[in-house]
């Protein structure tokens, strides 16, 4: 978590002993020092095994794809590992959809100003236009992409044609349109969501007002990879807060936005750090 | 919250201008202090009106029932009112039920012998016999009511023959029958029952099995009021607590034994010092 | 907590019988409906009474003066009240000081923005220039008051000349110069602090490296009123954060932002909505 | 984290690259698989290096003397380690000492009955007598050590014999006898104790009278190893609890019990399963 990042490495395979060893020899043999280490394996007998390494590799940019040829050719296929190298300047591009509410946008745009946030925000794209003006001072485009009635397979393609190879993340910032699964296929990179309750508690439209009506203590937000099944994708982070009989719907929306920003937030930087390695349909994140 | 307890006032009635005013008037009529005070509306135009209120009341024992006559009908009864006035030596009198899981019980009958808890534990009832010992050196007598299988009616009319006009309250600490409707109503004193999820989410058995698979980060518990129908009553209070992907099922059991333990005796104890008002489906909490 | 706010009492005294009832008493007589109340004794006998209530009181603007009048003659006097009427479109006028640090600054702006705020912020101040294009397109004054070495005195002048009658509350969004006590006397309102440690942990300097030193496993925030002596004043909120050996002084920092923000942006509200008395070097928050 | 527990392995040294392929080569070709493991690199430039790991480790117990003996001579002795080698069945043997206050003594006696605690709790020892017929119930060997006035030498002689060379690790449990520098040296085992605020805020004692004064609106409780200087030892845990201007001394004094209690029983199994490593005066916790 210092800011003079190194190389980070992660892998997922079937777990088997030896991993780390064949890992942290092919790594000691050109000289790199191991930082930092998580791994977690689901099951020692037949589980998955799952590690993120940060480490110090005094190799020069002409080597790494090299580097990255002998890790895979050395160490990776043979045990069948997916992996990926992230190194020191790697900065994953962002896009950021979004509708009406702004908090969730605005706070990741402040946060990657205030470079808390190692990734480019290249975009922002909304089915409103009145964003527009506000996004652009922090020196960042913005396109409008209506989605009227009727048009949202159209819709659809113009923002395939705005992020297809432009971007490695898309985060839906209170982005208030279903996607298709044509749409997530195409796409070919993550979509990060933030939903505004704790799921799978009030999954779908309207959490707060039904949060009120069951009476709960505490409400919450939740950011997950979006699959095609509406709020079901693997969940990245979750928190919640406080609330009493005296907080009515519109407080307790009001106090929501703060807990939603905090956890897409979390999220997404989390993702651009790499600490976020999918099993199945659950996260570990390291 | 100060040991030497004051005599408490709770009402519940359709929202008017002036209530406070005339409960308030006849407390200073008869040298009352006001030391705290509660109130909420749910909407000033056509909600309903809730209070707590703990006074010093200078009265000797011997006037009480006078007292909560003129109370009814000066100021109660005109108003439509709900009430409830519990007097400093009055402490509420629980059976807990209890299956084998005992972490729930313990907790409440040790916060019992602190004098953490202001109300009697004037009974134990196990559907399994091995707790026995442990209860009774607490001084609490144990009653073992086996449920077998197609004997659930008989085994609710023994509970009956125990609870009926014995207790002012019955705390389910994971018992793990379900109660039926005419049970509910027969005992007519209310049910606290501790679920071991944040409701709504995973309802029913197995929720921490259920909250591993769909890969939560945070795991909880919920006390509220039994209803017939299964985990929908009232909810009195809820927590969370952290957890990761190194958390198997059954060491998230282990933590979550204790969010339970302190989610339920936090709704016991404010039940006890008539801090939970009930408004429909919800609760208001002072 | 709804929007459509009511008129807010607040009263401080000495406790004694019959307060609520001669509040309540006058208020109903002049068709007030109350619609949330707080109350406090610090102690039946011989202790202070802190209430805040909030009313419906169907006056006309031009009847307010008269209004005050009467309960200042009535009920505030004979008793000895501190009290304070807030009417529905009062709204307290706030001035903002910074210096390098401004995620305080902008998140307490775009709070106002999105009328999370019951306030005006009309001036923002700071002794460093570089903020004042990004303030002023929140539409709002902005001034550079620089601090240059033996040169305070000068510069509380300044200050003084900008704030003295223009403003009911100073806020410090990390303005990282001390007051003097002639400052905050002359200017006579109160001064809200953001202390970036957990009170009374860590005072001053440097609070994030002393409690990496310290190897704390929680990081907080403090908001308080400024007093003459540094980090001393009542303390209105506080919050807190999970830390670990990971991170480093930078990263504390970092987290350290998030909740510096919210723990300022919940004071500054509770103030503005008036729910924060002052009770010696405490303060009870409604 | 789970019950079928591995062997454990943890080391500290000065960092260097290599140290983990070293370790992992070492463990693979003994045909160990690595089942968690946590790394951290306080500086990857002349820092120090900590580990933890969990390996499923094929030997036979008559095998773990040489096991050890190898990998001090190949691994640990050439890299300066200190270390430590855990196998599945080592159970730390613990003694609690008490004074009057019983709620960490039974709550860590109840946490070992239900094998949440890795450990075994052989001894409990309190300066008064009365826990005794409540310990005894748990099968376990209780004495009475009475520290009179300047008689404090003798008792620690007294807790000397009890206790040098019978247990691991000494627990103080609310034990409210400050140990000289003496007795902790000839003890020659770690002491964890639990203080009941939230370190450095209020060391010493009457910690809640000193936080209701100061008008905190956090509680906390801290778990540190014990040095000579009074609360001053490494930090293993912290936590909190919200608190208002309604809980007085003796609330606040009710609601620190649960938080103590939650906190201690955390710091005991985190050491007793070789999660808590010391870096000087602070803690790294796996």
């Known amino acids: 978590m210092r800011r003079e990042r190194g190389t980070r490495l ?14 942290a020899g092919f790594l000691r ?4 020092n191991i930082v930092h280490s998580d791994q977690h394996s689901t099951d020692p007998v037949g589980g998955r095994f799952f590690m993120r390494m940060e480490v110090m590799l005094p190799i020069e940019p002409a080597e790494r794809a090299g580097f990255d040829q002998q890790f895979d050719e050395r160490v990776a296929r043979p045990a069948g590992m997916r992996w990926r190298i992230s190194y020191p300047d790697d900065r994953p591009r962002i896009a950021i959809l979004v509708s009406r509410e702004d908090h969730c946008l605005f706070d990741l745009l402040w946060r990657r100003r205030r470079e808390e946030l190692d990734a480019e925000i290249v975009l922002v794209v ?25 048009e949202k397979r159209r819709a659809e393609g113009e923002l395939l044609q705005l992020l297809r190879g432009q971007v490695d993340l898309v985060v839906l910032a209170r982005y208030m349109q279903i996607l298709s699964g044509e749409f997530l ?3 070919a990179v993550p ?19 039904r949060a009120k009506k069951r009476g709960v203590k505490l409400i919450g937000a ?13 969940i990245i982070e979750q928190d919640v807060l406080r609330v009493t009989h005296r907080d009515d719907i519109e407080h307790l929306e009001q106090l929501g936005r703060d807990i939603e920003r905090a956890v897409l937030a979390r999220a997404v930087r989390w993702h651009c750090e ?13």
């Open 274 to 286: 790499d600490r976020v390695l999918i099993d199945g349909n659950t996260t570990v994140v390291f």
């Open 185 to 187: 296929e195409q796409l």
């Open 10 to 23: 992660t892998i997922a395979c079937a777990d088997r002993p030896g991993i780390v060893a064949d890992v």
């Open 222 to 234: 939740t950011a997950h990879y979006v699959v095609e099944e509406l709020d079901a994708g693997p």
């Open 191 to 209: 979509v990060i969501n933030i939903h505004h309750s704790f799921l799978p508690s009030f999954p779908g439209r309207g959490p707060y007002a």
């Open 29 to 32: 043999d050109r000289g790199a």
């Open 126 to 150: 909304s089915n409103h236009a009145h964003h527009g003006h506000d996004v652009t001072a922090f020196d960042v485009p913005f396109h409008h992409v209506p989605v009227d009635p009727g």
